[in-house]
């Protein structure tokens, strides 16, 4: 089991900037670097969209088109941390992001979500 926390949501102001944290935890055979952590988002009436990706081992990122250029992701492997680090910031961008983790080493686990945290992009 992995558990996983966001902290970091909160109200901001259009143009602003953001930076969101994901821990995640597990027992004696959790290795943070053999995941694919994600953050999605979901807003009021839509479905939940991958934002940004990263391969914890490599480094490796990928990001949703509407983000590109504005987010970050990148991740403490000796923390167990993912982040997220969002600039200028638009009124779309408001929702509740979730962090998501997947196993892709030695095999292909199963998908973990957190509880999520509401990020409001208001003047």
């Known amino acids: 089991q992995v558990q996983l926390v966001e902290f970091g949501g909160t109200l901001v102001q259009p143009g602003d900037s953001l930076k969101l944290s994901c821990v995640a935890s597990?027992?004696?055979?959790?290795?943070?670097?053999?995941?694919?952590m994600s953050w999605y988002r979901q807003a009021p009436g839509k479905e939940r969209e991958l934002v940004a990706s990263?391969?914890?081992?490599?480094?490796?990122?990928k990001y949703g088109d509407s983000v590109k250029g504005r987010f970050t992701i990148s991740s403490e492997n000796n923390k167990n941390t993912m982040y997220l680090e969002m600039n200028n910031l638009k009124p779309e961008d408001a929702a509740v992001y979730y962090c998501?983790?997947?196993?892709?080493?030695?095999?292909?686990?199963?998908?973990?979500w957190g509880q999520g945290t509401q990020v409001t992009v208001s003047s």
């Open positions: 597990g027992g004696m055979t959790f290795i943070f670097s053999r995941y694919d």
């Open positions: 990263i391969r914890t081992g490599d480094g490796k990122t």
């Open positions: 998501n983790a997947k196993q892709y080493f030695p095999n292909i686990g199963r998908d973990y």
